[in-house]
């Protein structure tokens, strides 16, 4: 209906006032006066077609002196042919510039295109050249990190080379000690069994095999580890790997000529208990036990909640012997007054077979 109104406007606005109101009015009276001006402006160009030609009549008229003339004058050329050949050539110039002006606009999109591909090219490549500004940056940060290094490492490098003298000296010295320290481990084999485990530029580990008062090799004390540290200054460490030998942990020190007797009071110490600490080492693989050296008490684990605490008196075995001492049962004492050993008397071990199959325990 707007189109219908608008082309009334521009057709004769006099038409508005029998088209009356769009919202009211009826698409049958719409499409027929919709015809009536189509066919109205087809009148009308005939109309003025043939003014046209009356027009040109007139002028012709106008200048004849006579009527004679009008008869006798030859018939006038087409008062259009002029005009319709220039019009022809105008149209064929404008189809040309067209024609041309469409080249020209195909070749600007061309262009256009090449200049946005080099644009963005031109944008990558400025991106890439920051980002190559960047890691420069950090290569000369690191170039000169390296160079400071550098003159570090030369200030450390001229500093070692000072001390060859000093370093030659210590080798000598800690060849001299490396020698006197087989030297102890030859005389230490002699004393008894020794096995090497491990040397190096500080220390010296070591397994003997404990002797008898025979010299016989003992089979039931597992060989004791030893560990000699020593230091420039001539001195040693003597550190015992107590593990599940039983003797009480222990570090000795002193000068490097004291080695040896050292490991001699080592020796004899572990000898000397050897047949309880030989029966204590067996007794671990058969209860579950826990030998504390310097009480001389020894700790039977009968269950998860029944704990017995027994004491062994110096000598034992040959002139001691072991007494129980206590029985705790989720770590409160109970009364042993009932328990009847076998005898006055016995060994650990006796005591152990004796706890672990009493009921009253």
């Not at 009536?36 to 009356?54: C, E, G, P």
């Not at 991106?127 to 570090?152: F, G, I, P, T, Y």
């Not at 200054?233 to 570090?251: A, S, T």
């Amino acid at each position: 209906m707007a189109t219908v109104q608008s082309v009334l406007e521009r057709c004769d606005p006099a038409y508005l006032d029998l088209y009356g109101d769009p919202e009211q009015s009826e698409y049958v009276e719409v499409d027929r006066m919709l015809l009536h001006l189509i066919d109205k402006r087809r009148i009308m160009k005939v109309l003025w077609s043939q003014m046209s030609v009356f027009d040109s009549m007139l002028s012709l008229v106008e200048e004849l002196d006579s009527s004679q003339q009008l008869l006798t004058q030859s018939c006038p050329p087409k008062p259009d042919s002029k005009a319709r050949s220039r019009w022809k050539a105008l149209k064929a110039e404008t189809r040309l510039g067209v024609e041309e002006t469409e080249v020209l606009i195909d070749g600007l999109q061309t262009r256009e295109e090449q200049i946005v591909s080099k644009r963005l090219r031109l944008i990558y490549l400025v991106k890439e050249l920051k980002e190559k500004k960047h890691q420069r940056k950090k290569l000369e940060m690191a170039l000169q990190k390296s160079c400071n290094d550098l003159h570090v490492c030369d200030g450390q490098l001229a500093s070692l080379k000072a001390e060859p003298e000093a370093q030659v000296n210590f080798l000598d010295k800690w060849q001299k000690v490396a020698q006197e320290l087989r030297g102890y481990a030859s005389a230490s084999q002699d004393l008894m069994q020794t096995k090497l485990l491990q040397i190096n530029r500080s220390e010296l580990v070591v397994e003997q095999r404990p002797l008898l008062a025979g010299g016989q090799v003992s089979t039931d004390l597992l060989p004791l580890g030893l560990s000699v540290t020593w230091c420039p200054d001539d001195r040693f460490k003597l550190q015992v790997d107590q593990g599940k030998i039983g003797l009480e942990e222990d570090c000795m020190k002193g000068r490097l000529s004291e080695l040896p007797a050292a490991l001699l009071e080592v020796r004899q110490r572990y000898s000397s208990q050897g047949d309880m600490l030989g029966e204590i080492q067996t007794l671990h693989s058969r209860f579950a036990i826990d030998w504390r050296p310097a009480q001389k008490l020894l700790v039977y684990l009968k269950s998860s909640s029944v704990m017995c605490s027994l004491e062994v008196k110096e000598g034992y075995p040959s002139t001691g012997h072991a007494r129980l001492v206590s029985i705790r049962r989720d770590a409160q004492p109970i009364d042993t007054s009932m328990l009847q050993p076998p005898k006055k008397n016995m060994s650990l071990t006796e005591w152990l077979v004796f706890l672990s199959t009493s009921p009253l325990v």
